[in-house]
């Protein structure tokens, strides 16, 4: 069956340092594969896209990679802040039909000031 | 722009009656609206995906009857969860694309917290 896997221990970080999160999945072909932030008690918020076809994305202090072979996706925040302290929920989807997301189980990621 | 609203954010029913949520696209027309539910501490599951003006598909071991959904036009689609029980409290969460260039990405709605008694 498919599977998104993301590392449910959280990681603590200090602010400043870079930030790496894992998303890792099984028996699926996504067409591309999303991230979002979730804050407790809200609804995800979206923050990067990747393609199939693209190995790489970058968005202000945000890194996306996207490598099909390994069937993984790696989401780095630079120069961490406080702020960036939240949830982060990598989805997958197809490229054809409904479009309709999976969701990873997110990753809580804390930066320490 | 893109930002997708729901009403209410909370709402607490007794067992056995039916709640309405809506979920509106502000700025933009949504072809297709999705609605997900979430636990505590758990990934957002798909309920049903709808289109406008045609009836919703919906995941499996999802009871269509209990959970309907209409989209009756390009920016509104609502949830009703009928005879909710205390099972059904939850965290419910819609999307919306737009289709064409943007087709792509979804935008969340802020969600709509559950609690049946």
């Known amino acids: 069956s498919q599977k998104i896997e993301q590392n449910s221990e959280a990681l603590n970080i200090q602010e400043g340092k870079t930030a790496t999160l894992t998303c890792n999945y099984t028996?699926?072909?996504?067409?591309?594969l999303q991230w979002y932030r979730q804050d407790p008690g809200r609804g995800p918020v979206f923050l990067l896209l990747i393609r199939e076809n693209e190995k790489e994305k970058r968005k202000e202090r945000l890194k996306v990679t996207f490598d099909t072979t390994l069937k993984q996706s790696l989401f780095h925040i630079t120069a961490s802040q406080p702020a960036d302290s939240a949830t982060y929920l990598c989805?997958?989807?197809?490229?054809?039909?409904?479009?309709?997301?999976?969701f990873g189980s997110g990753t809580r990621l804390q930066v320490q000031p | 722009g893109a930002v997708v609203s729901q009403h209410p954010s909370r709402v607490i029913c007794k067992s056995g009656t039916s709640v309405k949520i809506e979920c509106r696209s502000l700025d933009f027309q949504a072809t297709t609206m999705f609605w997900y539910r979430q636990f505590p501490k758990q990934s957002l599951m798909l309920m049903a995906t709808?289109?406008?003006?045609?009836?919703?598909?919906?995941e499996q071991g999802v009871e269509k009857d209990k959970f309907l959904i209409n989209h009756a036009s390009l920016t509104l689609s609502t949830l009703t969860v009928t005879s909710a029980h205390p099972e059904d409290s939850s965290f419910y969460i819609c999307s919306a694309r737009e289709g064409g260039s943007r087709g792509n990405e979804q935008f969340f709605g802020p969600g709509t917290r559950l609690t049946v008694l």
């Open positions: 709808s289109n406008e003006g045609s009836k919703a598909t919906y």
């Open positions: 989805a997958l989807a197809s490229g054809t039909g409904r479009r309709a997301l999976t």
């Open positions: 028996n699926y072909s996504p067409a591309y």
